[in-house]
């Protein structure tokens, strides 16, 4: 397998899988937006050779497609799963040791290699303006590293084996840092950087951090990983590339060598500046607040460097290919940590984090009176509370009972919920608690809401198939519009504040009470373009599910508390952009027609469009 990026890169160009690009590109938005283009047209990578400002060439759309992801880990990919389900399923090994013999000997082959010389990547020192410095989006607040692999190590047991490899986006440039001295890191405390910082805060001294870029394309995809508890992302890095980690010490600071490029440097304790906004991978900016500032040690390149880079923004984009990647090299390891689990899917075009639709076993029901939703409600409960997970705002789960479910078939499976949920009795709120940091949708930062729409039992209605005609008589609200079986989007005046919006929901309510004869549509979708929401099926998910809040955002026809229990007839999900939702990711026209020109006939992208 690859030692390096390039080796990569001339196998993938070698293959047919990846494209040069020779005439000069600005990093400021247009290679973002070549690669946005290339991307949705499932074209190959991409090796822009010379980028304006940067004497480094610059690599993107790597992983692009899960068909290219499995040819560049060929090699090592079976390997690799078979370490994770050892991993999540000691009880093999044990069952057929002979079998699995070879796994064990992989992984110990795989532990990172220390090495007394730290080349070829520290054979030039550089600056951070000497880089590709990236920016995707207008409004993006500078340049960020896009693919980094962030290294720490912990502070109360220092060593390789004690440290934490993950992906936290990089601000090199814009805001309040100094140029060429400091930038900035977007993570929270909970992840494995965070609780090394919180250690090194504790001990009053500042802890040291190493950002990788390039290598190997495993490094890039260990980072990412969510691995079994034990498993060094590093041990990870070296098992998918055939090949160990190699790395060194230079000042205290861990160096990878097989690196393109490293930045060394300290987070002090209680030290933060201003960072983003970012166009981020909910189809909307994340926007400027305070995170911690590393102040830049040394910059490292190695000969002939190349800076990878991705391009994240409304769902489906390269980092959708990555979590198609990881859920095959992972497998069922949700199985193993969430007993009775069958499937959990989140919803790439819903964002991934907002939704998630998940099947369970429902076995308590034959010993109830009444058939309803009992085992899955405690699976619903850990899956809420399992990693990242717990980011979700909606959760869709079944019992599969008579006929197997498919989470990815995003229709059947919900027109199967709809069909049998009962909406007094197996609607469950989970209010002032924590989202997703990048979702504005909540009441603050990191704060909102969760539902839980459960389903097992008899079919109870037919899906309506067209809009319900006392859905085209509501006065104010109109174009109503069948997104799918059972769902109907009716658009509605702008949204202004929730306390005027309360009472205006409370109306429509009472209005489609009155009007009745909605029991085959028991999903109403208040929309501003309801002709947009309906017209497929990615733009109802991303939509709905990033632009509300369970808690604030869901009425019901005709709803009710009983014994705190919030019951309906219909429900109705507020899905209109309101004041304090970011702003949505919207390409620059100027630059859409300047990159034109790749994409014209005898261009080097001619045709791919």
Known sequence: MYSNLEECIIDLEKNGHLVRIKEEVDPYLEMAAIHLKVYEAQGPALLFENVKGSKFRAVSNLFGTIERSRFIFRDTWQ??????????????????????????????????????????????????????????????????????????????????????????????????????????????????????????????????????????PSHTISAVMPLPEGMSELTFAGLLAGRRFQYSYIDGYCISNDADFVITGEIYPNETKPEGP????????????????????????????????????????????????????????????????????????????????????????????????????????????????????????????????DTHDEVGFLSYILERIDLHRDIHFQTNTTIDTLDYSGTGLNTGSKVVFAACGDKKRDLSTEVPEALKEIRGYGNAQLVMPGVVALQGPSFTDYKIEQTEMEQLSSALGEKGGIDTCPLIILCDDSSFLSADLKNFLWATFTRSNPSHDIYGVNSYYSYKHWGCDNVIIDARIKPHHAPPLIPDPAVEKRIERFFVKGAVLGGLL
């Open 79 to 216: 390997a690799a799963e078979n370490i994770i389900a050892l991993r999540n399923d000691p009880m093999k090994a044990l069952k057929n040791p002979f079998k699995h013999v070879g796994s064990g000997l992989a992984a110990w082959k795989a532990l990172p290699m220390q090495k007394t010389s730290s080349e070829p990547v520290t054979a030039q020192e550089i600056k951070i303006t000497d880089l590709p410095l990236i920016q995707s989006w207008p409004m993006d607040g500078g340049a960020f590293v896009t693919l980094p692999q962030i290294y720490s190590e912990d502070p109360e047991k220092p060593g390789i084996m004690n440290s934490n490899l993950g992906m936290y986006r990089v601000q090199l440039t814009g805001n309040e840092y100094e140029v060429n001295r400091e930038v900035g890191l977007h993570y929270q405390i909970h992840r494995g950087i965070g609780i090394h910082q919180a250690k090194a805060n504790k001990l009053g001294k500042p802890l040291k951090v190493s950002c990788f870029v390039g290598g190997p």
């Open 278 to 405: 970012f166009g981020d991978h909910l189809g909307y900016y994340s926007l400027t607040h305070p995170f911690p500032v590393m102040r830049v040690h040394k910059v490292y390149a190695k000969p002939n460097a190349i800076w990878p880079f991705t391009v994240v923004g409304r769902p489906p984009q390269e980092d959708t290919s990555f979590g198609q990647l990881i859920h095959e090299l992972t497998g069922d390891a949700v199985k193993q940590e969430i007993p009775g689990v069958k499937e959990v899917h989140a919803v790439d075009a819903a964002g991934v984090h907002p939704l998630l639709f998940a099947i369970g076993s429902e076995r308590y029901t034959p010993y109830q009176p009444v058939k309803q939703p009992s085992e899955i409600l405690t699976i619903a409960n850990r899956i809420l509370g399992t990693g990242q997970l717990s980011l979700a705002k909606y959760l869709f789960i079944a019992a599969e009972e008579d006929r197997p479910l």
